[in-house]
């Protein structure tokens, strides 16, 4: 075993940014934890459209969604530029369930301009849902 060296792994990024598309990225908790999450945005921009990239926060670099989840859920407000984030979930209205990271979310011609303010948390394969991420925000570009 005289031979063999050890060589240091380099980290790639599992969320390569797509040039003019604004990205929100989320990390959501692990389903079984009922702390706080963190969430944060990224800011290139494309007209009408966000993609939104979420991990599990006990694995932030990994794609795959937890074990026993079958997804996460995609909730959002779109309200006028300056109006604070929402700070209810109550007041976001159900968006998607994304399966998969990156998920795109395309708006229509009178959302440009306002302000998306993203909540994410999984769903076990028992219909569960986790404790919510942080709220993110992004503006619609016009």
Known sequence: M???????????????TIPGVRTVELLVKPLASFMATQAWTMP?????????RYADESTPTRRARPR????AEVWVRVSPPGDPPPSDPSDLKFLLLSTRTP??????????GKTAHYMVRWL?????????SETASATIGK
């Not at 290139?44 to 939104?52: C, G, I, S």
């Open 2 to 16: 005289s031979g063999l060296r050890t060589r240091p792994t380099k980290l790639r990024n599992p969320f390569p």
């Open 44 to 52: 290139p921009a494309k007209r009408l459209r966000h993609t939104l």
């Open 68 to 71: 026993g989840t079958i997804g």
């Open 103 to 112: 998920a795109a979310i395309e708006f229509t011609g009178p959302d440009g």
């Open 124 to 132: 076990s394969t028992r219909g569960e849902a986790g404790p919510w």
